[in-house]
């Protein structure tokens, strides 16, 4: 069993910035991938951004290329989401997922556990 919370979600304005942890405990958290999802009212729940086992490889959807950062300190068990120049069409509530074969796939299906999320809104 893997135990993943989020925190670091909140009110901005347009073009402010968060930094979303994800701490995880239980079993040993660098066997897992790590990957955020979002989901807004009224849509499905969407990729953003993951990051493979020892944080080698990463991978971000293209509306947040650029402006997102997926990191992670597997010493702190925790994976981290650098969220830079926001826009309203981020506001969600943000989820992080651990995944055991490291393929940071896109489908949330995949993905063995998950956290409860945290609330991002940005005002324009």
């Known amino acids: 069993q893997v135990q993943l919370v989020e925190s670091g979600g909140g009110l901005v304005q347009a073009g402010g910035s968060l930094r979303l942890s994800c701490a995880a405990s239980g079993r040993t958290f660098s066997a897992y991938a790590v990957g955020w999802f979002r989901q807004a009212p009224g849509k499905e729940r969407e990729f953003v951004a993951g990051?493979?086992?020892?944080?080698?490889?990463?991978y971000y959807v293209d509306s947040v290329k650029g402006r997102f950062t997926i990191s992670r300190d597997n010493t702190k068990n925790t994976v981290y989401l650098r969220m830079n120049s926001l826009k309203p069409e981020d506001t969600a509530v943000y989820y992080c997922?651990?995944?055991?074969?490291?393929?940071?796939?896109?489908?949330?299906?995949?993905?063995?556990?998950w956290g409860q999320g945290t609330q991002v809104t940005v005002s324009s």
């Open positions: 990051i493979s086992r020892g944080g080698r490889r990463t």
């Open positions: 997922a651990a995944d055991s074969a490291d393929s940071l796939t896109t489908m949330p299906g995949e993905y063995n556990y």
